[in-house]
């Protein structure tokens, strides 16, 4: 199959596994964070982490967008859901499972009588508001920039059909003040607990916002940036550019994955999307904490399909589980293996955090792919 087959080939994984070998320096250290969920999940799925020498290191980052959505921005759409009998609220099927507060799911909140289904995509939830007129349909919508231009279409819409009974919940974030707030941590600036070297440019974030608002990164920060596919080879790749960026001396933005990244990103998208979302000022992060300017609102225009606004929302701030780790995790502090729920109390049937539910979150890519690997190998004869 052209463009899958290609880039999990074996043989080919095993050259560049070589090359990225011999072109490693052994006196010294490299870590690389990927930061979108996606390279996480593919380098756990591929072993790419067995393939690379023992000082070249990968790092998650907080790409997962259903990691970073905080407590508190759930348990809005709970209560929405649980307080107003004529509410059906749409979403993901990732969305469901995030521990909220209160021992309580959306799934949970379902089984308690609330009105909350699974969609595919923001259009199915507009299209569920033009089946059933007597209800309040809202859709909770999450991600990142690739998410966000199917929500402003449907937003856009909405105001064109006067579909007076559809909503959006926006939680839609921004990639590079994600990447920035992780450049200015303390972990990163002051005390050195993550040294980082560089970044896998996330791939799909880039087909709409292209290579260009990567270079602040390497230009002000000297962080080499490597946007990749999401292929076992096309993240080898991509480890092998950063480290010849690293060897010469170089923070660069280059682009692996040509076939899909151009530099100006999807313009009609992002024309889109500045028509119907603009800036929030404040917003939090789960392990992040608040970043400025980092996530979108609805603008003025829209503001009837505002279920903020509609419905009178407000966010409150709920800390995380103090004996799990998603923060830290998120931040690159720590590894699943760091906390004491992984794999015991908390495993992808029973999340306890955030990080064990998704796919892309790097707690449920290790217990999936990686877990076994942690238990000592104990060679022994029959007796």
């Not at 999940?41 to 970073?68: E, F, K, Q």
């Amino acid at each position: 199959m052209k463009y899958v087959d290609e880039f999990r080939d074996g043989a080919l994984a095993a050259k560049l596994a070589a090359a990225i070998a011999r072109e490693a320096d052994t006196g010294r250290d490299y870590a690389f964070m990927e930061f979108c969920g996606g390279h996480t999940h593919a380098i756990s799925r591929y072993g790419v982490t067995d393939l690379l020498p023992a000082n070249v290191r990968m790092i998650h980052g907080p790409g997962c967008p259903v990691c970073v959505l905080p407590i508190g921005r759930i348990d809005m759409a709970i209560r929405l859901a649980l307080s107003r009998a004529e509410v059906t609220i749409c979403t993901y099927g990732d969305c469901l499972r995030v521990p909220a507060s209160g021992g309580l799911s959306l799934l949970k909140a379902k089984a308690r009588g609330a009105d909350i289904r699974m969609v595919y995509s923001a259009a199915d939830a507009l299209a569920l508001a033009q089946k059933m007129p007597e209800r309040d349909v809202v859709f909770f919508a999450i991600g990142f920039e690739t998410t966000t231009p199917p929500t402003a279409l449907v937003l856009r819409q909405a105001q064109a059909l006067g579909l007076a009974n559809f909503s959006v919940l926006c939680n839609h974030v921004l990639t590079p003040s994600a990447i920035l707030t992780i450049l200015e941590s303390p972990e990163v600036r002051e005390l050195g607990t993550v040294p980082l070297d560089g970044f896998i440019g996330p791939a799909h974030v880039s087909t709409i916002i292209g290579s260009r608002p990567y270079a602040f990164f390497a230009e002000e920060y000297r962080k080499p940036v490597v946007i990749a596919g999401f292929e076992p080879l096309d993240v080898m790749q991509a480890i092998r550019m950063l480290i010849r960026q690293v060897n010469e001396g170089r923070a660069e933005v280059e682009n692996e994955f040509t076939r899909v990244v151009t530099e100006e990103g999807n313009l009609k998208a992002q024309a889109l999307v500045s028509e119907v979302f603009e800036l929030r000022r404040r917003f939090e992060w789960r392990g992040l904490r608040e970043v400025p300017y980092s996530a979108l609102r609805i603008r003025a225009p829209f503001r009837k399909w505002d279920a903020e606004a509609k419905f009178g929302l407000e966010f409150v701030a709920v800390p995380d589980n103090r004996a799990c780790e998603c923060g830290a995790i998120l931040r690159g502090v720590k590894t699943p293996i760091d906390c004491k729920l992984f794999g015991t109390a908390c495993t992808p049937e029973n999340p306890m955090g955030s990080c064990m539910v998704s796919s892309e979150g790097a707690c449920a890519a290790h217990y999936n792919y990686g877990r076994f690997r942690d238990i000592p190998v104990v060679a022994g004869t029959a007796s």
